[in-house]
């Protein structure tokens, strides 16, 4: 099966037909899933409804759930359309970590690993009540990007502190330059007036 007879897309309302006949055939709760219609891929095959994967969203993390096909020849071919799906859509929602509990090989062939205790701690709240073995995929590293971001914003704050203090100083400079010039100038003022005073006709008036 190639992939080029293949189409993924995101679902729609004019899927649920289809979808809700995958889901009863599958014995997946179908009333909750169309309620959340809007987290699903779909795959056409020539045209025609042939699959779907749930793709839900939460903070840093991402879930794949729900995955089902009308005719499984065609889903290891699927699956690659919509891991290419679910990598942009976690580069949009700014994704660090993918969860699944779907047991095709696919996924640990594409790098999914069994979750450790220490991960499923970082296991969004709402799913940790799901039964069922996780696998876990990091995409990208959480605490690095953190620490180059505080770095980042380390460095912005040191530059605009770095600026405001030029600024000040800039500013203390005009400051005493204009009081130093109207010092002068009022100088030259009393200077003239009093020589005037004492020469009233040596300027004209």
Do not use: C
């Not at 099966?1 to 897309?9: E, G, V």
């Not at 709760?29 to 969203?57: C, K, N, S, Y």
């Not at 990091?138 to 180059?148: G, H």
């Not at 030029?166 to 400079?173: E, I, N, T, V």
């Amino acid at each position: 099966m190639t992939s080029s007879r293949l189409h993924a897309r995101r679902a729609t309302v004019d899927d649920l037909p289809a979808l809700k006949a995958l889901w009863g055939a599958a014995q997946l709760p179908i009333e909750t899933l169309e309620a959340r219609l809007t987290e699903f891929q779909v795959v056409e095959h020539d045209g025609q409804f042939a699959g779907a994967l749930g793709l839900q969203f939460t903070g840093q993390h991402a879930r794949l759930h729900s995955e089902d096909y009308a005719d499984f020849a065609i889903a290891d071919a699927a699956r690659e359309l919509f891991w290419e799906r679910l990598q942009t859509l976690a580069a949009n929602h700014g994704v660090f970590r993918v969860w699944t509990q779907e047991t095709s090989p696919f996924w640990t062939h594409w790098g999914f690993q069994p979750a450790t205790a220490e991960l499923l701690e970082r296991l969004p709240e709402e799913w940790k009540l799901l039964p069922g073995r996780w696998l876990t995929l990091e995409l990208k590293n959480a605490e690095v990007i953190n620490a180059v971001m505080e770095k980042a914003m380390a460095s912005h704050r040191a530059e605009e502190k770095s600026q405001t203090a030029r600024l000040s100083a800039r500013a203390r400079r005009i400051k005493w330059l204009i009081t130093i010039t109207g010092f002068l100038l009022g100088i030259i003022g009393v200077s003239i007036a009093f020589w005037r005073m004492f020469h009233p006709g040596a300027l004209p008036h």
